[in-house]
Nanobody, 114 residues
Framework: QVQFVESGGGLVQAGGSLRLSCAASGFTFRLSAIGWYRQAPGNGRDFVARISSGRTIYADSVKGRFSISRDNAKNTVYLQMNNLKPEDTAVYYC?????????WGQGTQVTVSS
């Protein structure tokens, strides 16, 4: 059974930093691409970043500020978020989407005050 547990969210002032963690289980983590998405109130779920075995990609809105990484020994993906802006306020989710399946964590709230 695929499961994710996200953590690390919270309230931070603009310009601050947070590091989100996504602990995964139930699949072969080291071979899998894992993504971070976010959903602000009233909006759809938007792509933030993804990491595979040797490649990372980012949404234009977070390039240069966010960094995704993984620790295969801990089955965990991280999202380091620097220079946070009020528009980064959202619930952040990790995602694993092999073939036609789509798995999501419960999300962690990030709130950036101005």
């Amino acid at each position: 059974q695929v499961q994710f547990v996200e953590s690390g969210g919270g309230l931070v002032q603009a310009g601050g930093s947070l590091r989100l963690s996504c602990a995964a289980s139930g699949f072969t983590f080291r071979l899998s691409a894992i993504g971070w998405y976010r959903q602000a109130p009233g909006n759809g779920r938007d792509f933030v970043a993804r990491i595979s075995s040797g490649r990372t990609i980012y949404a234009d809105s977070v390039k240069g500020r966010f960094s995704i990484s993984r620790d295969n020994a801990k089955n965990t993906v991280y999202l380091q978020m620097n220079n946070l802006k009020p528009e980064d306020t959202a619930v952040y989710y990790c995602n694993y989407a092999p073939s036609s399946n789509d798995y999501w964590g419960q999300g962690t709230q990030v709130t950036v005050s101005s």
